[in-house]
């Protein structure tokens, strides 16, 4: 079982920068992905981006595409997101999770991590 500590977040004004730690205690399957998603006020948990822990391929959502960048350490078993040009949609609690590649370019999760609080805000 593998668990997900992530980390990183704050409060950020709007134009700033964010960069996200996921690390995982356990064996990452390596067809899995490791990825985000994100939880706004009064809505749904959306995906935002995803890492192939087997070759590096990345994915993103259109909104997040030029703006945040992931990225894994195999040695250290964590993904990080940078996170640039932030703005007040990108509001949210960001959760790490990690589980097998969709068809759709998502993850179907597995496991997740408890979540960390990212506000932009003036």
């Known amino acids: 079982q593998v668990q997900l500590e992530d980390t990183g977040g704050g409060l950020v004004q709007p134009g700033g920068s964010l960069r996200l730690s996921c690390a995982a205690s356990?064996?990452?399957?390596?067809?899995?992905?490791v990825g985000w998603f994100r939880q706004a006020p009064g809505k749904g948990r959306e995906f935002v981006t995803l890492?192939?822990?087997?070759?590096?391929?990345?994915y993103y959502v259109d909104s997040v595409k030029g703006r945040f960048t992931i990225a894994r350490d195999i040695a250290k078993n964590t993904v990080y997101l940078q996170m640039n040009n932030l703005k007040p949609d990108d509001t949210a609690v960001y959760y790490c999770?990690?589980?097998?590649?969709?068809?759709?370019?998502?993850?179907?999760?597995?496991?997740w991590g408890q979540g960390t609080q990212v506000t932009v805000s003036s």
């Open positions: 890492i192939k822990w087997s070759d590096g391929t990345t």
């Open positions: 999770a990690t589980g097998p590649i969709t068809s759709a370019q998502t993850i179907l999760p597995r496991n």
């Open positions: 356990g064996r990452i399957f390596s067809v899995y992905g």
